[in-house]
């Protein structure tokens, strides 16, 4: 598990002596065999290895206590020290929270002194080993050798499922404890109490990134709690049944013949209550082994969306993980009655479908949001309505929401993006008049740099940080909004977004081809400037980048932006020079998140994952098949640190998926998907429940990684796209592939 980061070669798609066929008469293996959850859990890909399901509320998965960057999930590969198991967690993202209601199984009574303490001194962490630690879709176990119990976790959409095995059997338990907190989260309230010898309720009220992050609980156990040892605040209180203060948990112990105990968690953000009937309705007539057996087929019916075929087992793993990864979030907020908390605290109703938070939307609407509009769009729907649900309490659309609450988190207003997209990718299972108020809306008001992007056209460096990719990204937005306006017949609107969406040719420096940061007076650029600087989020005019990575987020004016370098030819050289520039990054104060570097381009990151399909709108697509195959060839592995940066809630992953088949979402809300170099020999989507689009290509290799010519459902197709509505319709996708570059295709 701990080995290091080595890149799978593509070289291995020629099949030879070690690399055969299975014979015909094997069993084919579940989907989820191929899933290996650890991947991401080293390097900076920020996942957790715990059990949950597809967009489930609840992901109960170890915590290893550590504080530091490499722990936003909890847990990162490279530890060997467990502090229990928390029921929230997030996967891949660059900010460490939840983690809420830790448990942690032990054999010895407890000093509870040292409750919500740095790890050095929490009184009852285990030492593990990975080689006795297993997950996969749905299940994690691991062996904790110092209290010699074993554990074993799964989950449904409302549920986490413990299952702990006591070895030794001197004084069989469990440690809650209410004050251990991620990262940046910290508890300001807390308490639990025990309602009888089989069920402990309580909740956990914190702020951090979350800044009104409200959790409640209920806890059944299989086995009746015999004693109870409870703590509040430092001090141990006898001989009470219940206990309220900021930093709260207790000690629970079961008779001394205690083999083995079934825990089960539910959660809510709304109150004990809704958290007791989530339990009573998912949870109570759930054995750990039968919630365990549903989760795998869910997650077998999820994974057989996409079936592909190629004699390398490791590509169907690292295929499939990402694939898995891409079905974590969003997550379910809404509890079994509909109720959910916003962030001023109200209450809010969803009588039809399901509200989600965990929205990423800066990352996901790149690749992520565009993947489930085709795998998942009734949920789609629900997740559209959650937005407008939020829009509703805060008068704009969400930027980051977690567990209710809106972070601000990264630039651009991307909620924007992800409803145009649905939209006009005919997805309309949601208020569409209210869906368009709160994209206009949200693009008219004044806040997170919109008063001076509205006032200059653009946003003046010396106004905000941040403004070149700011400045963008509005325009990205604008463009979406317009796209929409145009959809819906509201022609003055379609003109003024348009209008604005042409922002981004104000920081156009034809000089050094590079987006700069300008002067109100549209006089002069930011100076000094040095196109590999970096300086994180403050005194710069990118974000998490340099201008090498932020100049190319044109997605929606790909011909002009072409024409502003001076044509194609200009263009591919200044695009190639990207990827073969030296990887030097300059500055006292480097972005960590600049990871994956091919040359300047930093695959780590999310601004950088269009870049490389941005060759076919320059009449050179072979170049973007060349990209593209050194992108999946050395930025993704098996290992545990197989992704180059951050999973970003599915971002990472989705451009694997995607990339893998042979087409691309480059300008998401276009309805057109950019055409790459397939890996695999056939690959078939379920668009609907009865139809498939089908993609082959049998020739392809590491070698023959050129598109030689294409056919769709056997018509030859001359140009490098298809569109969303090809795709739905199913069909199939034909690619000759090759040694060589057809410098003739696509043009």
């Known amino acids: 598990m701990t080995k290091p980061f080595f890149p799978i070669c593509f070289a291995l798609l020629v099949v030879s002596t070690s690399c055969e066929e299975k014979e015909q008469t094997e069993v084919p293996k579940k989907l989820t065999e191929y899933v290996d959850p650890f991947i991401g859990t080293g390097g900076h890909g920020h996942t957790f290895p715990g059990a949950t399901v597809p967009f489930g509320m609840v992901q109960p998965s170890p915590d290893n206590g550590t504080v530091g960057w490499d722990w936003c999930s909890g847990y990162h590969i490279t530890d060997s020290v467990i502090s229990g198991f928390g029921q929230l967690h997030l996967s891949g993202t660059g900010i460490g929270d939840l983690a809420d209601i830790l448990l942690m199984p032990t054999n010895t009574q407890i000093n509870l002194l040292h409750f919500g303490k740095s790890r050095d001194s929490l009184p009852y962490t285990s030492s593990f080993s990975h080689t006795k630690e297993q997950a996969k879709p749905g299940y994690y176990s691991v062996d904790l050798e110092d209290p010699e119990v074993s554990v074993e976790l799964s989950s449904n959409s409302h549920v986490a499922f413990h299952r702990y095995t006591y070895s030794k059997k001197q004084q069989p338990s469990f440690i809650l404890d209410l004050g251990y907190a991620v990262n940046w989260d910290a508890p300001v309230e807390s308490g639990l109490t025990l309602e009888n010898a089989n069920l402990l309720v309580g909740y956990r009220h914190s702020t951090g990134w979350a800044r009104n992050q409200k959790v409640f609980f209920a806890i059944t156990t299989s086995v009746p709690i015999e004693n109870t040892v409870l703590v509040k605040d430092g001090q141990v209180e006898n001989s009470v049944k219940s206990v309220d203060g900021i930093k709260t948990g207790g000690q629970f112990f079961f008779p001394s013949n205690t083999d083995s105990v079934e825990v089960k968690v539910a959660v809510s953000s709304v109150s004990i209550a809704n958290a007791k009937e989530n339990l009573a309705t998912y949870g109570n007539e759930k054995s750990f082994d039968s919630a365990k057996k549903e989760a795998e087929e869910d997650w077998n019916t999820i994974l057989s969306k996409i079936q592909v075929e190629t004699p390398l087992d490791s590509l169907k793993t690292i295929f499939y993980t990402a694939l898995y990864h891409t079905q974590l979030a969003p997550v379910l907020f809404s509890d079994v009655n509909g ?25 996901t609407f790149r690749a992520e949001n565009p993947l489930l509009n085709i795998l998942e769009p009734e949920r789609v729907n629900d997740m559209i309505s959650s937005m407008l649900a939020y829009y509703d309490e805060q008068g704009r659309l969400p930027v980051w929401t977690l567990y209710g609450n809106e972070t601000n988190t990264m630039t651009g207003n991307h909620g924007v993006s992800v409803i145009a997209e649905a939209y006009v990718k005919g997805i309309r299972g949601y208020d569409a008049e209210k869906a368009y108020e709160a994209i206009k809306a949200t693009m008219m008001g004044d806040l997170r740099g919109l008063e001076p992007y509205k006032e200059y056209g653009f946003i003046p460096y010396t106004k905000l940080d941040e403004s070149v990719t700011i400045t963008l990204e509005f325009a990205y937005n604008d463009w979406c909004v317009a796209q929409m306006a145009k959809s819906m017949g509201k022609d003055e609107d ?254």
């Open 339 to 363: 109720q959910f908390r916003l962030q001023n605290d109200s209450i809010g109703t969803q009588k039809d479908g399901d509200v989600y938070s965990t929205l990423s939307l800066w990352d």
């Open 494 to 747: 379609y003109a003024h977004f348009m209008k604005r969406s042409e922002a981004y040719q104000y920081l156009f420096d034809a000089e050094t081809g590079f987006m700069r940061g300008k002067s109100e007076d549209e006089k002069s650029w930011n100076e000094p400037f040095d196109p590999k600087y970096s300086s994180h989020r403050e005194h710069t005019d990118y974000t998490e980048g340099n201008a090498w990575q932020h100049s190319w987020f044109v997605l929606h004016d790909v011909p002009n932006f072409v024409k502003l370098h001076g044509g194609d030819e200009a263009f591919t050289q200044k695009l190639e020079q990207l990827f073969t520039e030296t990887s030097e990054i300059k500055g006292d104060n480097v972005s960590v998140d600049i990871s994956g570097l091919i040359g300047q381009y930093a695959h780590g990151n999310e601004p950088s994952h269009h870049i490389a399909y941005m060759f076919n709108k320059a009449k050179k697509p072979w170049k973007t098949q060349h990209w593209v195959r050194e992108i999946l060839n050395t930025q993704y592995s098996t290992q545990p640190d197989g992704l180059s940066g951050n999973e970003d809630c599915g971002q990472m992953s989705a451009w694997y998926v995607f990339s893998s088949l042979g087409f691309y979402p480059m300008n998401p809300a276009s309805k057109q998907y950019e055409l790459g170099s397939p890996i695999f020999e056939k690959a078939s989507i379920a668009v609907s429940e009865t139809e498939h689009f089908t993609i082959k290509a049998p020739n392809t290799s590491s070698i023959n990684k050129y598109i030689q010519s294409v056919r769709l459902n056997g018509k030859p197709l001359q140009r490098t796209f298809i569109t969303h509505e090809e795709l739905m319709a199913g069909g199939t996708l034909e690619f000759e592939m090759g040694a060589e570059p057809n410098k003739n295709w696509g043009l």
